[in-house]
């Protein structure tokens, strides 16, 4: 089978890293999306990255991002993976202005480019309602909350920015082993859409460590959700101030949020790292999403 070659660019936002597509210049509408995802996103046999983000026209702003985790799963939003977005599509004038908007399954996301690579996202309102979220949990909003599998006993705090997470407050986020953790939290009874898991680690109420483990990519370098959830809950538990500096494995956000909670900001660097082409084959590799074979468009 003759392999189709597609151009990618490879961005980063503090080391959560993801195979970009500009389908302004090149069509994806006749690819098996999932499958391409799992196989570009592979660390051996792809280009390596955690997951696969599309940037696309929009009919409703200037811009739209659709994104697969490495497994192949569509998400609902990246907080990186925005800031990324917004930085190609400033420097390759697929935008005019320094302030516009970029459509997710999320919903609208405002972006605010600055002098340097540092961008500020307006990442919306949290959504706090258990069934919204949604969490499996008789109570109208989830904070707090016991939880326990066979390698952690924890609490937690649910809160989505249009993917859903679980916050933990731990006392040392190197102890943890997240291989064991993560997914059995993950795909814990309580969170019938799987969820994202954040372990933060208090230095003062303006300063916390996180480590994150996502839905459909494992461990990552960094979440700008859920550093979003992170500050949401950390204020719901009366342990964190309106403004954080957010340190993860890829590097340092800051987040704010309003004194009602109401809205988050995310401001952080994003970076290019290449460019070229994939040589896909949709034989390549076995995929391992019940997707295969799907067409999706932009």
């Not at 898991?197 to 990519?217: D, T, Y």
């Not at 719901?236 to 704010?256: A, S």
Request: charged share 20%; hydrophobic share 40%; proline share 4%.
């Amino acid at each position: 089978m003759t392999s189709q070659p597609i151009p990618f660019i490879k961005m980063h936002g503090i080391g959560n890293d993801y195979v970009y597509i500009n389908t302004f210049d090149f069509s994806v509408n006749k690819i098996d999306l999932p499958d391409l995802a799992q196989k570009i996103s592979h660390r051996h046999y792809g280009i390596g990255g955690d997951g696969l983000v599309l940037i696309c026209p929009s009919i409703k702003v200037e811009i739209k991002m659709r994104m697969f985790n490495s497994d192949g799963s569509e998400a609902e939003m990246c907080g990186n993976a925005v800031r990324c977005v917004a930085g190609y599509a400033f420097e390759n004038n697929l935008v005019s202005q320094r302030k516009f908007n970029i459509e997710t399954l999320a919903g609208i996301i405002g972006i605010e480019m600055f002098e340097n690579t540092m961008v500020r996202v307006d990442m919306g309102c949290p959504i706090l309602e258990s069934i919204n979220i949604p969490v499996h949990i008789d109570s109208e909003t989830v904070v707090d909350h016991p939880i326990s599998t066979s390698h952690f006993k924890g609490r937690f705090t649910a809160v989505s920015m249009g993917n859903p997470h679980a916050v933990y407050v731990v006392t040392d986020v190197n102890s943890l082993n997240l291989e064991l953790i993560g997914p059995a939290l993950e795909t814990h009874a309580y969170f019938p859409n799987r969820i994202n898991s954040e372990f933060i680690e208090i230095i003062s109420p303006e300063e916390i460590n996180l480590r994150v483990w996502e839905r459909g990519a494992g461990e990552t370098w960094a979440c700008g959700t859920g550093a979003a959830a992170a500050i949401t809950a950390g204020n719901l538990l009366g342990l964190l101030d309106k403004k954080v500096l957010i340190h993860l494995k890829g590097g340092d956000l800051i987040l704010e949020t309003t004194e009602s909670l109401d809205r988050v900001w995310k401001t952080g660097p994003y970076s290019m790292v290449s460019t070229g082409f994939f040589y896909y084959n949709s034989s390549d590799l076995p995929s391992q999403n019940t997707q295969k074979g799907e067409q999706i468009t932009c």
